[in-house]
T-cell receptor, first 111, second 114 residues
Framework: GIQVEQSPPDLILQEGANSTLRCNFS?????LQWFHQNPWGQLINLFY???GTKQNGRLSATTVATERYSLLYISSSQTTDSGVYFC?????????????FGEGTQLTVNP | NAGVTQTPKFQVLKTGQSMTLQCAQD?????MSWYRQDPGMGLRLIHY???????DQGEVPNGYNVSRSTTEDFPLRLLSAAPSQTSVYFC?????????????FGPGTRLTVL
């Protein structure tokens, strides 16, 4: 099956700093999503971005499908950005019905 | 809308016991899925459904059963609980018959098997 690798595994920032999280995947995908899991365990969808660039406030994401990677940018980080960020993908082989998650990046933003 | 609800929030079982984790959504979503999350790992797909009456296996289906008799409900059954099934279980749903659209997650069920 498809492999999803996220880096870095852990990231510690001071409030106000910018960061870039990376997601590499081993096969062509037709579905790529970024999620944030807050410290209380709740999972929130951030972006559906199988290709191209999207922005939502201080967050933006870019997927370069031909090179099999996606980047999540967080600007002017806040303590509420803390948590785990997951990338998840699905392939044409499964008709997009099966999402495979990476192991996540644990982000800690200190005040 | 209540969104995606899961019950119970916490559960402790003894090895060999069976139980059902409940998942319901009130958004008329066709696609529903169950994941388990183990410490330091991402979510792994257990089973999914692309509509009422249709279910299929995910990455780690062994030891679990599902059914989808209505659009709203997607229960997950543990047939004979084992310590290896200690985990946090998440249910998710989305519009459409696949995972392409925004996934809405429930709050999770933390299960411990002794």
């Amino acid at each position: 099956g498809i492999q999803v690798e996220q880096s870095p595994p852990d990231l510690i920032l001071q409030e106000g700093a910018n960061s870039t999280l990376r997601c590499n995947f081993s096969d062509s995908v037709n579905n790529l999503q970024w999620f944030h899991q807050n410290p209380w365990g709740q999972l929130i969808n951030l972006f559906y971005i199988p290709s191209g660039t999207k922005q939502n406030g201080r967050l933006s994401a870019t997927t370069v499908a031909t090179e099999r990677y996606s980047l999540l940018y967080i600007s002017s980080s806040q303590t509420t950005d803390s948590g785990v960020y997951f990338c998840a993908v699905a392939t044409l082989e499964t008709s997009g019905s099966r999402l495979t998650f990476g192991e996540g990046t644990q982000l800690t933003v200190n005040p | 809308n209540a969104g995606v609800t899961q019950t119970p929030k916490f559960q402790v079982l003894k090895t060999g016991q069976s139980m059902t984790l409940q998942c319901a959504q009130d958004m008329n979503h066709e696609y529903m899925s169950w994941y388990r999350q183990d410490p330091g790992m991402g979510l792994r797909l257990i089973h999914y459904s692309v509509g009422a009456g249709i279910t299929d296996q995910g990455e780690v289906p062994n030891g679990y059963n599902v059914s989808r008799s209505t659009t709203e409900d997607f229960p997950l059954r543990l047939l004979s609980a084992a310590p290896s099934q200690t985990s946090v279980y998440f249910c998710a749903s989305s519009y459409g018959g696949n995972s392409y659209n925004e996934q809405f997650f429930g709050p999770g069920t933390r299960l411990t098997v002794l």
